[in-house]
């Protein structure tokens, strides 16, 4: 049994820390019903897009967490890749595949849909969950019938364990909240204000403060 080192949110700690007190609106980004996308508005500061990355821990096992980008760091990742995506695509070309011309990043981001941002004051939470793998023969009967849903519950004889910093946690002065978290499918996120929806998420997750995150990124387990 291997635990993994943890995978916190890939971001900047200042643009973390700006979480707890400069947000002024939100908008989301998706297309047929998956949401890949948020935007977080920052008054005078750049907005953030948030989205859900993947990182590969072994073979076979990949967990979710989310990133945090400027528009800045987003045109600097595409113009830094742009030659490896320009020698694949000549390569799939000469292999006599038909790929249609990336569109270019657009020099201004104006998110779309934006709702103002629902607090006056609030409080952040980073949720983490231990995400395992295990052969799906040699999971105990037992688990099947009654699995655990604490923070960190794994079954016995589990090969590989990480800790993920899933999603993030709003909750307002009058006890409102709003989730952003992993989706039901990969890279896709879920965002949703529904008590019910963020109680369900909550159940197998541990929640830590920002300010706890950013002296320690992962909790103790």
């Keep these: 049994m291997i635990d993994a080192p943890p995978e916190p949110?890939?971001?900047a700690p200042d643009d973390l820390r700006s979480?707890?007190?400069?947000?002024?609106?939100?908008g989301l980004?998706?297309?047929?019903?998956?949401?890949?996308?948020?935007?977080?508005l920052r008054?005078?500061?750049?907005?953030l897009l948030v989205t859900s990355v993947s990182r590969d821990i072994v073979f076979k096992f990949e967990v979710f967490t989310l990133a945090l980008r400027?528009?800045?760091?987003?045109?600097?990742?595409?113009?830094?890749?742009?030659?490896?995506?320009?020698?694949?695509?000549?390569?799939?070309?000469a292999a006599g595949a038909e790929w249609a011309a990336a569109q270019p990043l657009p020099e201004h981001f104006e998110p779309e849909n934006v709702s103002s941002w629902p607090f006056a004051n609030w409080r952040v939470d980073v949720l983490w969950k231990r995400e395992w793998t295990?052969?799906?023969e040699t999971v105990p009967d037992e688990w099947w019938k009654n699995p655990a849903t604490h923070f960190g519950a794994?079954?016995?004889g589990f090969t590989h364990a990480c800790l993920v910093a899933r999603g993030l946690l709003f909750t307002g002065d009058d006890g409102s909240r709003l989730l952003i978290s992993q989706g039901e499918m990969p890279l896709d996120l879920l965002v949703t204000r529904d008590e019910e929806q963020i109680q369900a998420?909550?159940?197998?997750?541990?929640?830590v403060e920002m300010t706890r995150c950013l002296v320690n990124p992962a909790p103790e387990t």
């Design 9 to 11: 949110i890939d971001a």
């Design 201 to 207: 998420e909550l159940e197998s997750t541990l929640a």
């Design 70 to 93: 400027t528009p800045e760091q987003l045109h600097t990742a595409a113009r830094e890749s742009r030659p490896q995506m320009e020698e694949m695509v000549e390569q799939l070309k």
């Design 154 to 156: 794994a079954p016995f």
């Design 19 to 26: 979480l707890c007190s400069t947000l002024t609106g939100y």
């Design 134 to 136: 295990i052969p799906l």
């Design 29 to 40: 980004v998706g297309t047929r019903g998956l949401t890949w996308g948020l935007w977080l």
């Design 43 to 47: 008054g005078k500061h750049p907005p």
